[in-house]
């Protein structure tokens, strides 16, 4: 069955503050640990992999791209948390935190390692990374434990990590983005040409389209619920927590999926 239908975008709830954790006070910190810079062409990309720590990404009106690192600490020693780059043949840049692995090397699709890599729990180092990224530049930026921001580029971001939200906006590119605990809010100007899927576990996911796109819809949610600025041709049975349709004259699949927070689909 096939039916024509409007939804209507919740308002945002503000986000509140997070205390910081006990013993943040405490931790001591290396503010410069690492920096990289360098012209990289657009339609290139930098690839950003860390495990413990945030990822910050904005904006430069400048040619170079700029990667700064700090490292922070309550025990264990940050010498054995390394950062590696490396200018790959293609023309991209891989840029990769590792812990306590001598022999591991960075490369375009993460940290890789001859042997097995040892975890070390009595290193509570964490790095942060902050971004500058030039005109035309994509990113994919990778973490575990930290939350992933990044500001008003222009090229195709892929944002993903595991406990933490994931906050994206590209001007004039498309946005792919995944957690497991935490929210995803979206911002693009394009639709990843073959689709996108777009998940967490426990957390919202909001993502703001541009009027006058024409894509296919998938969102599901176990416990919240969907809405939509747009006018969607839905397929199927209306559910305030499972639905299908499409907006425009269809697209690109676009799939949303949590099961704890709602999934709202808002138009710019």
Request: a positive charge; hydrophobic letters at 35%; charged letters at 20%.
């Amino acid at each position: 069955m096939t039916m024509h239908t409007r939804f209507r975008a919740i308002p945002l709830l503000a986000v509140l503050a997070v205390a910081a954790p006990a013993g943040a006070q405490n931790r001591q910190t290396e503010a410069n640990a690492f920096a990289w810079d360098g012209q990289v062409a657009a339609g290139r990309r930098l690839h950003l992999y860390n495990t413990h720590g945030n990822i910050n990404i904005e904006a430069t009106t400048g040619r170079n791209l700029e990667v700064v690192a700090s490292k922070s600490w309550r025990r264990g020693n940050p010498a054995d948390v390394r950062i590696e780059s490396v200018r790959l043949n293609s023309g991209d840049v891989a840029i990769c935190a590792i812990w306590n692995d001598t022999n591991a090397r960075c490369t375009e699709t993460g940290v890789e390692s001859p042997g097995r890599r040892v975890r070390s729990f009595s290193n509570d180092t964490d790095v942060s990374f902050t971004v500058r990224l030039p005109a035309g530049v994509h990113v994919s930026a990778n973490t575990t434990n930290g939350s992933l921001v990044v500001a008003s580029v222009t090229g195709e971001v892929r944002a993903h990590t595991t406990n933490g939200n994931v906050t994206a906006e590209s001007n004039d590119g498309a946005v792919v983005a995944g957690t497991t605990n935490g929210d995803i809010r979206l911002r693009m100007s394009k639709l990843p040409a073959e689709g996108a899927s777009y998940r967490t576990t426990n957390g919202s996911i909001t993502v703001e389209l541009p009027a006058g796109i024409n894509a296919n819809i998938e969102a599901r949610t176990t416990n919240g619920s969907i809405s939509s600025d747009f006018e969607l041709m839905v397929t199927g049975s209306i559910s305030p927590r499972n639905l299908r349709g499409r907006i425009g004259s269809g697209g690109p699949t676009l799939s949303f999926s949590t099961t704890n927070g709602n999934v709202r689909i808002r138009r710019q």
